[in-house]
């Protein structure tokens, strides 16, 4: 099993800025990919961003330019670093990680989530 305890949530002003951290710990071997998607009410949970073992980085349209996925491998954490933040922007955050055994079954872990709102 993999813990994820994340951190950084809020409330911030238009145009402001938050970062957001994901600790991973427990059997953290074989960690793939880690990543944020965020859940608005009414909406369906949505990918934000991701980040490859190898740094590969994918995020969704909405927030390229603005936010910035990193992690840091020794410490098992991913970060979100989310500038300009919109009021669209509003939303549940939650952090996601993968494991691929060598068998190649994948396991899949989600945070409890955190809050993140952006007020105009």
């Known amino acids: 099993q993999v813990q994820l305890v994340e951190s950084g949530g809020g409330l911030v002003q238009a145009g402001g800025s938050l970062r957001l951290s994901c600790a991973a710990s427990g059997s953290i071997f074989s960690i793939n990919a880690m990543g944020w998607y965020r859940q608005a009410p009414g909406k369906q949970r949505e990918l934000v961003a991701t980040?490859?073992?190898?740094?590969?980085?994918t995020y969704a349209d909405s927030v390229k330019g603005r936010f910035t996925i990193s992690r840091d491998n020794a410490k098992n954490t991913v970060y979100l670093q989310m500038n300009s933040l919109k009021s669209e922007d509003t939303a549940v955050y939650y952090c996601n990680v993968d494991r691929i055994l060598g068998s190649g079954t994948k396991y899949v872990y989600w945070g409890q989530g955190t809050q993140v709102t952006v007020s105009s």
């Open positions: 980040i490859t073992s190898g740094g590969g980085t």
